[in-house]
């Protein structure tokens, strides 16, 4: 790998620019696709839902609802050193902001990098496959992309060759659905939180809220404001420690601690333990799944070496870099349940170092034992394997910590850590007001 490689990016949100910002002080020339007209991906709110296909990702490129703000203080948010801190000119001054006012922060970001002049917008990548067309054996990646005619209509492919690629598309446009025997004959209504925006279509109406983590959450308050009543199925293992009550501080929200065993024909839902409501709508809060088309296809080196098995997206080496294909393919912005931007950034740091030559990864045989390692340890635990990238388990920060050492930074900040655990506490002590008092 040379010390200076051409990099294809994919995406523009938050992890994109990141690895951009990375990519470029290490040296490289990184050129980022970003299929909207402007950055910050799934923080850029789009105000109408599709309601063509209110179950699937539809037309709309962001998930975001009108009333989300973050569950994290702005502090902890911020990348190493560029502080997401309120200040006289913050539009939205709260320690819990509203998602404007983090997009407002990407595109500071964005400035202040000049990071904007290495976005292709409206370019979407359609396919990344290994090239040796160089006439040299040496690897290279073809790109393949179609960019947005001024129609509106979508170009004819174009292709490039770079010396790597890094994969920052996000995961929250292909939504996970919960599958409920018998719904097909269910006269009620079904969406994903994906096509959710405002709590208006569901006014005096019985909703099930399906999923409990921080949308459904957000969610179900939401829509108590107006609709007959809320009902909140989750899985019998309440998130972040919270104690399962069916108190909530609204009087038509109720929590259910078992999830749907079927729905009828004549509009009712039916508990694993027997009991039955009847809905008029069906909100899946259930997340969504890792999702990369452009990677290749059944004929392609890149589909026998990373494939997604149960939102598993293996086998990485620490959630970064398929063991098969490193550095030359990495991924920035996998994992949950932690500090995101600040995981973008080391990942990036770690990913561009890499790709220099400055610090070095084990051998492939190395990283496929550690994968081995990671996975038989998450079955010997009996960790669902699609919590794979959930580094809410285990000890806390210890990915985080050995990223930022790999990089040469140290372990993260106590600072951050500490307002990290006192936030997922005051959750699940006060879900309806943590973010206020």
């Known amino acids: 790998m040379p010390s200076c490689s051409r990099v294809a990016v994919i995406g523009a949100g938050a992890a994109g620019l990141a690895a951009a910002r990375e990519l470029r002080r290490e040296g490289h ?131 490039e060759v770079f010396d790597a690629v890094v994969v920052c598309n996000g995961h929250f446009t292909e939504p996970r659905v919960a599958a409920i025997a018998g719904v097909h004959c269910w006269p009620g209504k079904q969406m994903h939180s994906h096509s959710y925006r405002v709590p208006d279509p569901f006014r005096g109406q019985v909703v099930m809220v399906i999923g409990y ?10 829509i108590a404001g107006v609709a007959k009543e809320v009902h909140v199925a989750m899985r019998s293992e309440p998130p972040y420690q919270m104690h399962t009550t069916t108190a909530t501080g609204h009087a038509n929200l109720w ?115 550690d994968v081995d390692a990671f996975y038989s340890d998450m079955e010997a635990r009996g960790c669902a394997k699609r919590r794979t990238h959930d580094l809410g388990q285990g000890n806390p920060f210890e990915y985080e910590d050995w990223v930022a050492e790999q990089c040469g930074l140290g372990r993260m900040e106590g600072w951050r850590k500490g307002m990290f655990v006192a936030t997922c506490k005051n959750l699940a002590d006060r879900p309806d007001s943590y973010r206020d008092e």
């Open 29 to 159: 020339a990184p050129v980022v696709f970003e299929r909207a007209a402007a950055v910050g991906g799934t923080w850029r709110y789009a105000a109408a839902e599709d309601a063509a296909d209110p179950l699937g990702a539809g037309g709309a490129h962001s998930s975001l609802y009108a009333s989300l703000r973050t569950n994290l203080p702005r502090e902890s948010m911020g990348f190493l050193d560029f502080p997401f801190v309120a200040g006289r000119s913050s539009a939205d001054p709260r320690r819990f902001p509203g998602h404007p006012e983090v997009l407002r922060y990407l595109e500071a970001f964005a400035r202040r990098f000049d990071l904007l002049g290495l976005v292709r917008f409206e370019t979407e990548v359609v396919s990344v496959r290994r090239s040796r067309d160089d006439g040299a054996g040496a690897a290279g990646w073809r790109v393949s992309y179609r960019s947005r005619r001024p129609d509106g209509g979508g170009g004819e492919p174009e292709e």
């Open 213 to 222: 983590q921080p949308s459904g959450m957000d969610i179900s308050r939401d």
């Open 255 to 369: 929590l259910h601690s078992c999830t749907i065993e079927r729905a009828e024909e004549d509009g009712s839902l039916v508990f694993q333990d027997g009991s039955k409501i009847k809905a008029d709508v069906v909100l899946h809060c259930t997340g969504y799944k890792y999702n990369f088309p452009f990677l290749g296809d059944s004929d392609d080196e890149l589909a026998g070496a990373i494939s997604v098995d149960d939102n598993r997206v293996g086998p990485l080496y620490k959630h970064v870099f398929p063991p098969m294909l490193a550095p030359h393919v990495s991924f920035i912005g996998l994992p949950f349940r932690t500090i995101p931007f600040l995981v973008f950034q080391l990942q990036s740091k770690w990913v561009a170092g890499v790709l220099s030559g400055r610090l070095e990864l084990p051998s492939q045989e190395a990283m496929m034992r």
